[in-house]
């Protein structure tokens, strides 16, 4: 009876652990995955992502499913995540979290899914860190670049500094130093991932130095292509795809292979038996690193070393690099390193050595971050350029002929062709021209702040006098036309003062607004046109200058327009006011705005600096031009005539009768 009943109890058990079985396995493990870039870039998340591939073919979709996100932003890791956790996630591999506490207040969200960071940092209750030991692929890779490196001195390039870049760099510092005691290693930062110009800088300076070998440690391969092209020696982390592409001069890479790892924490999840971790280690004992193909420029006996070492790592018989001894035998520690703290009694690294290490060991060459004019040339039009030659040759010589044509008015301020006009309005014309002439200047040599500022400051200044003259001269014809019982008027200069003064007092409130806001200021701008080493030094328009400048070109605008319907008003005033060209020239002055506006809103659009002086020089001297000869040209050809006596008695006598008529007309207008 008590057999049949334990029988009859085994029997039940086992039918419920087949149903539980059934059961566990009709619902898949969703398993997530976070990349920190496209899992197509070749580099880490690439070698991530063939596990998540040989995951599914592993398990099948019947037990296992995998979904992955791209989130290359840390501090928004939060939408990629609730995206898989909405499609059922319950075990989210994490590429790389530069941000331990956006992970840390992420997963406290979602406290019955389990979380596993490949790279960087987190912790929390349902969090497993898990630690590449890559500091023994460099360690090997270091020991190969001590026994090949001809000149005895390599060349590392990171993006910056935190322990797991000093782990790698001491690592292949002291792989180097075991097989070539007197080997040199300089290390440059670029600041940054994917700083393409500052990587192929460094390997440049690297050649430069005597280096003959280069390795890299980030997530892009410029720097092998820069030192396959100069005929160095490189390395390849993390995959081997490098040694097809770039041929024999990469010597040997390591394979980062998540696999294994990922297998794992897929079977402890199924099995229920996943806990947290902070730190889980994996190197190449536990297959989480390969070693690639070999290139045929390393000797025999060098090849068969390497391979043994790499032995040695997989078997587990080295599994510290860093050897307390070692490197104190060597003098490579820094006398600020507390070895009770970081090294442990059997001379290899704590914990909290390796995942706190904050320096490089002595020999070790730290360049910093490299500077950007080592780096980077601007391109802009230079002062001894052609183009900058010429405009400065051509903005002088209209210039001085602007200054002739300002002592030709006032040399001959009384006479009746410059009276009848108004010698005021002359000045004020001639001024504002040649300021906006001399703003062309401005566009010429490397900006500055300073100098993008003065560009719109003295366009402004010069529309102040130009379009302030043209609207006094508009609104007094209007005026002398629509009243005709006026017989006298205030002079001319008076009312052109009065209209400067307003508009000039409008545009330099808003030109100070726009330089307190530096709403218009230098900035270094990169273009896909560019080669990498270069960049456009230019002046760029932020948001709150666009609101200005289009309150200032609104401002002249509503003027040039007043002055045209003022002019429309009257277009049939009496030939008697000799005024009636400032009509045309209103009306003219509303399509150079046009113009100008055009060209301003294309000239924002682009970044190239000789195109942006091509827009500006074309539509200033457009528009400035044009108005001085059609106000200037007839009056100095008078004033030539009369001056060479070139003029034939009878023509002469003409002439007299109309100075005289001139002279008349001039005073009943208060010219």
Known sequence: MMIKSVSV??????????????????????????????????????????????????????????????????????????????????????????????????????????????????????????????????????????????????????????????????????????????????????????????????????????????????????????????????????????????????????????????????????????????????????????????????????????????????????????????????????????????????????????????????????????????????VYVAENSGPGIALYAVVSATNFCIFLSLLVVYSFRKRVIIAVTNEYFCYCILFGSMVGYSSIYLWIGQPSDATCLLRVWFLSIACVLIFGAIASKTYRIWRLWTNPDIKETKRSGSVIGVFIVVMGFIQVVLLIVLTVVKGYHQENVSDSQLPYDKYYDTCVLEDSGVVILALILTFNGIVVVSCAILAYASKSVSEKYNETTSIVLSIYSIIVSVVVVILLFVNIKTQDPDRQLTFIASGIFIAITCPLFSIFLPKFKVIITEYSGASSPSTGSASHSSHKTSQKLSIHTSS
């Open 9 to 378: 109890l085994l029997i039940a058990f086992l039918a419920l652990s087949m149903l539980t079985s059934v059961d566990s396995q009709s619902t898949p493990l969703v398993v997530g995955f976070v990349y920190n870039a496209p899992p197509t870039d070749f580099t880490w998340n690439f070698q991530l992502d063939l596990a998540r591939l040989q995951l599914q073919e592993t398990f099948g979709r019947d037990v296992v499913r995998t979904f992955y996100e791209v989130s290359q932003d840390d501090a928004k890791i939060d939408v990629a995540i609730s995206s898989l956790v909405s499609r059922g996630a319950r075990l989210i591999f994490v590429s790389s979290n530069d941000s331990k506490f956006s992970l840390r207040t992420v997963a406290a969200n979602y406290p019955t899914v389990k979380f596993v960071v490949t790279s960087g940092d987190g912790d929390g209750d349902n969090v497993n860190l898990v630690q590449l030991r890559n500091w023994q692929c460099f360690n090997l890779l270091g020991t190969l670049a001590g026994l090949t490196s001809r000149s005895g001195r390599a060349g590392m390039v990171v993006p910056f500094r935190n322990p797991d870049i000093y782990r790698v760099v001491n690592s292949f510092y002291l792989g180097a130093k075991t097989a070539n005691p007197k080997f040199e290693l300089e290390v440059y930062f670029t600041a940054n991932q994917n700083v393409y110009a500052k990587t192929r800088k460094s390997v440049e300076l690297f050649q430069s130095s005597g280096a003959d070998v280069v390795m890299g440690y980030l997530s892009d391969y410029v720097y092998l292509q820069e030192a396959v092209d100069r005929r160095m020696f490189t390395f390849s982390f993390p995959n081997a795809f490098s040694r097809v592409v770039y041929g024999e001069r990469v010597l040997t890479g390591c394979v980062v292979d998540w696999t294994n790892a990922v297998t794992q924490f897929v079977n402890q999840t199924l099995r229920g038996i996943w806990s947290p971790n902070y730190i889980s280690y994996y190197g190449a004992a536990e297959g989480g690193v390969q070693l690639a193909t070999i290139s045929s420029f390393i000797a025999d006996a060098n090849v068969v070393e390497v391979k043994e070492l790499f032995q040695q790592l997989k078997n587990g018989t080295i599994r510290c690099t860093f050897s307390a001894d070692e490197l104190q035998e060597k003098g490579l520690l820094p006398s600020t390193v507390n070895m009770t703290r970081d090294y442990s009694s059997n001379g290899c690294t704590t914990t909290y050595g390796l995942f706190n290490m904050d320096y490089f060991f002595n020999g070790i060459i730290d360049h910093g971050v490299i500077s950007d004019d080592k780096v980077f040339s601007p």
